[in-house]
């Protein structure tokens, strides 16, 4: 695998395989979770098996001024879901660590089955809870599949960008909102309710992983009704890298 590096510069995407350029104002919302689809990378980055994510971030323990800490390393293993019920419930497998000079701020994981902490599994209540304000982005890809239904948003625009913004509800009801960028096809942002109030992720400074071509945002900021707490810079992606069952049990012997 070839790790992709962010550079000073973004570099120019390609075109989709069908070579479409921007779409049509009067777009349906298939037609515009399909675009960006194809802009990202197409099979490549709908079936993506997982994503090892690294960088750093700023975290903002309830997004209260004065109560930030920089995590110098920050480190995200991703399995993606093959299939998709519940968007907002655990899906695939994921693990995040973050620490400060060598020491540990916080490590999360889910395994498929349960989350945890760094102290072990989580108990269900609290697990529930981590779940639904944490997973939702795989909504958009499966938005094509049968069980999703799609309705078309008014359009809004995101860091000035106008976008398309699309409703994605999933086969078991729970909904999220997806703005894409009308000229790129970026998907800038991602939003949805949660445990912890309103939930928008803002994605920016994309790049593209040359292998297997696969676009990756290089900063994503988390919002909780209308605070931020988390603000990442994925400086690397690889993607289809192996990873362990055991890296996402945390806590047990």
């Known amino acids: 695998m070839r790790r992709a590096v962010l ?20 777009a349906t919302p298939l037609q515009i ?10 099979d490549a980055w709908l079936h993506a098996r997982t994503n090892r994510m690294e960088g750093w971030a700023e975290l903002c323990r309830g997004g209260a001024f004065g109560q930030c ?35 540990v701020i916080f490590r999360m994981s889910y395994d498929g089955e349960r989350s945890y902490d760094q ?24 938005a094509d599949q049968p069980g999703f239904t799609l ?16 409703r994605v509800t999933d086969p078991s009801g729970s909904s999220t909102v997806f703005a894409i960028d009308q000229e790129s096809a970026y998907i800038r942002l991602a939003a949805w309710d949660t445990p912890k109030g309103w939930h928008q992720r803002i994605y920016s400074d994309y790049y593209w992983v040359a292998d297997p071509g696969f676009l ?16 990442i810079r994925w400086t690397s992606a690889t993607i289809n890298e192996e990873i362990p069952d055991e890296l996402f049990v945390l806590g047990t012997k």
């Open 69 to 103: 800490v920089r995590a110098d390393r920050y480190v995200m293993h991703r399995v993606y879901p093959a299939s998709l019920e519940s968007a907002h419930a655990g899906t695939g497998k994921f693990r995040l660590d973050a620490t400060r000079d060598g020491n």
């Open 33 to 42: 979770v399909r675009w960006a689809a194809e802009r990202a990378g197409g």
């Open 216 to 231: 990756q945002p290089g900063r994503v900021r988390l919002y909780y009704a209308g605070a931020k707490e988390v603000d």
């Open 119 to 142: 102290d072990g599994p989580l108990p269900a209540d609290r697990a529930a809870r981590s779940e639904a304000s944490g997973f939702g982005f795989s909504a958009i890809r499966f």
């Open 151 to 166: 309705q078309r948003l008014a359009d809004d625009s995101v860091e000035g960008h106008p976008c398309f913004i699309v």
């Open 7 to 26: 550079f000073t510069a973004i570099l120019l995407l390609p075109l989709g395989a069908s070579g479409q350029g921007a779409l049509s104002p009067d």
